[in-house]
């Protein structure tokens, strides 16, 4: 690739995007969400593009398209793609030049591909629409792709439609139909977000290979540093539409500039030391089997576990493995089919029904996605009084005397009292969530993945609130995530749940220390490290071990 | 078993189910009618034997449920009994009227569906310019008139002013295909533009509503002509909401008709069954009844059947 790298393919110069938006009850305005953006890529390489949400990743990468979201428009700059401007051009340039010198993969390639066509036949669209090759090249060449991407029956992966595969292999023949008419470009968009931690480095892997042997140049949006880190050649972080610092990897992981990109570095290092199991347990889970009616399999099989008071038990596994069912069975949506559960020394009724008013307070639930569980139409206020209202009596100035100081718990401050959820970030609403919760002065408080869908700074801080909290409140957390990073920064036991059943079990320190069990191991050997050549290193060892068996 | 194959099964199993309900309905419907059957046949003058007599000729004294079920088993076998008012056989009168209705509603439907769904998917992609509109607009209103008034203002011009197609659309066994198809060319007309708006917007909001999907983005994404994005990729998985109008529209075009029947004087079977409830012909309003059920019935059977066959996640379990 060394003899393509000295041309220039993509060269962006003072980008500017901008969209128009319409706040309800005020007159539409336009906001800018690129501004003054530059950036150069070389033929066959590699641009990591990282950045939080909001941060104008994707919209930068679409650019290279000359694609605008929705009602987003690029304004202003150039954007010269192997010398040509495409900004300005017309609709059919643009059709010629998408889909086949640059395409692009989406971050949920599930909803990306069209449900009612078999695989194949979107794999191979673009190449047969720009007359690029015969059906029978394209199929040929799209076969050979699944086979190089590691799709299981590559010759007839194709004939499938995109229901009937897993979301990893989906992800996969994604990058299959990017890179089908040899495009000159790819726009990787979060690939891996939507991914299991131990699938995400499959595919990972596979992209890379993929890039590697193609000689094809891409940019890589991601808001994980440590996965970018793994892919590209230069990174450029982003921040509010603007560019914050701009460098080959190694610059930007080893010796940040910026106070930014320092955080970013950094993220994920809370350091919490376990507490010791002592005391009666706050919960008991004793031998729990469940299943949903109409099915004929477990989704939980003998699952046992303590919780003592004032302490954090993490659930970690992967989608479908039981750790959500178990906090349906916990708070009775889900009545097991056998098994007990004891709470504060009573044994819990197996249905949400049958328990008392006190079973309910003292047991709170918060979610992975905070604005939908929270009512629009509602203010904070009313959102965080109703716990109070309903199970302290609370009226009038003494309830708004207790929002008060739950929002100052939760570092907000009482000028939020009379916004409505839509006007809070992210992270604001998941912290009212947590009000909320606290309102009901309870025990125990489940958290079902609250960190998942939010940017890993903001994370931080939602994690170090939860651990303060606990520490005023002395509120137990049965902390449900496949995130092993925030695993290791909050819990004081572990649960490691594999296809309904706990794998393994105990103290964070011992459930993480070596000899592990196989899933395990696979399970932490997965969490991408924030340093060049991780990924390599992990698919070598696993090589050697595998041949090793 | 295939699990569509369940499905389906369920549904045809379903609409059975439905049409004798929908008898019971019909003929519980008709026995509440005032008046009495012998009466009607026999008159005002009638003497009580002759009156009685004919009521046990006819089994009118038998109680309800047994009628219905001797009405039930002729039904299934073809027999509708005689009308009352002419003697004839029900039966052979509306398979006559029957194959005229489903002529007329066929040639409607050959048009308007086809039309529909084009008018809609030019409507998705010039939306909100004018092509939109102007197609908008104008279905919108020849849905809006009545079918009598839309009927006599084409009578007016195409078959009186430019006198292309005849004004009176009676059509005999008679006639030949084509000659038929001439005869009927204004009614068709008038149905096709009451029906077309409807489905031409129901496509629209279909196709709009699969246009927000991230797979759409991905097929502009590719470089495909926005007519062909529509095409190929949006309208597949728009089918089930547009069958489902298109049946409702096509059982209208064979039950709804009678306005326009009596308006081109069409042999169909609107204006049969208008006759003779004004006769009080009951065993024809009974046969009419349960025919009009079972094509609406099946109607959306077929419907329901398309959107499953449509529908690769039932087509291709995992």
Known sequence: MADRGAETLLEIRDLKIEATIYPPGEPARDITIVDGVSLTLQQGKVLGLIGESGAGKSTIGLSAMSYGRGGVRLTGGTIRLSGQEIRTASHAALRALRGHTVTYVAQSAAAAFNPAKRLMEQVIETTLQHGLASRAEAEARAVGLFAELGLPNPKTFGQRYPHQVSGGQLQRAMTAMALCPKPDLVIFDEPTTALDVTTQIDVLAAIKKAIRDTGVAALYITHDLAVVAQVSDDIMVLRNGKMVEYGPVAQIIEAPQQDYTRALVSVRQIEHVEAKAEGEPVLSVDQVTARYRGTHFDVLSKVTVDLRPGQTLAVVGESGSGKSTLARAITGLLPPRSGSIRFCGRTLAPALAQRTRDDLRELQMIYQMADVAMNPRHTVGTIIGRPLEFYFGLRGDEKRKKIQQLLDEIEMGSGFIDRYPAELSGGQKQRVCIARALAAKPKLIICDEVTSALDPLVADGILKLLLNLQKIEGVAYLFITHDLATVKAIADSIAVMYRGEVVRYGAKSDVLAPPFDDYTDLLLSSVPEMKIGWLEEVITHRKMESAGN | ?318
């Not at chain 2, 009521?55 to 047994?66: E, K, T, V, W």
């Not at chain 2, 084409?154 to 004004?167: C, G, H, K, R, T």
């Not at chain 2, 326009?260 to 012909?281: I, N, T």
Request: hydrophobic residues 55%; neutral net charge.
């Open chain 2, 1 to 318: 078993m295939h699990p569509v194959v369940k499905l389906l099964a369920q549904r045809i199993a379903l609409g059975i189910l439905l049409l004798l309900a929908a008898s019971v309905l019909i003929f519980g419907g008709t026995q509440i009618l005032p008046g009495d059957v012998a009466q009607a046949i026999l008159g005002q003058q009638a003497t009580p034997v002759a009156l009685a007599n004919l009521r046990a000729q006819m089994g009118l004294n038998d109680p309800a449920y047994i009628r219905y079920f001797h009405w039930l088993f002729g039904a299934m076998h073809g027999d509708f009994g005689t009308s009352l008012a002419n003697g004839s056989d029900v039966a052979t009168d509306i398979a006559g009227r029957l194959a005229n209705t489903l002529f007329l509603a066929a040639t409607a439907a050959i048009i308007a569906v086809p039309t529909a769904i084009t008018l809609g998917l030019i409507s998705v992609r010039y939306q909100g310019r004018w092509p939109d509109k102007v197609i908008s607009a104008v279905t919108l209103a020849t849905v809006s008139v009545p079918e009598f008034l839309l009927g006599y203002i084409l009578m007016f011009f195409l078959a009186v002013e430019y006198p292309i197609a005849p004004s009176v659309s009676t059509i005999y066994d008679s006639m030949g295909f084509f000659e038929k198809l001439h005869a009927i060319v204004l009614p068709v007309m008038v149905l096709v533009l009451v029906v077309l708006g409807h489905m031409m917007r129901m496509t629209r909001a279909a196709i709009l509503n699969v246009m927000q999907s991230a797979y759409i983005e991905t097929a502009e994404l590719k470089g495909i002509r926005p007519f062909l994005v529509i095409f190929r990729h949006a309208f597949p998985n728009a089918v089930s909401p547009v069958v489902n109008v298109v049946m409702i529209n096509l059982a209208y075009l064979v039950v709804g008709v009678v306005v326009v029947e009596v308006v081109f004087v069409f042999p169909g079977m609107g204006q049969y069954l208008v006759d003779h409830v004004a006769k009080r012909d009951v065993p024809v309003v009974q046969a009419c009844g349960l025919v009009f059920a079972a094509v609406y019935i099946g109607l959306n059977m077929l419907a329901d059947v398309i959107s499953i066959l449509a529908n690769p996640r039932l087509r291709h379990p995992k």
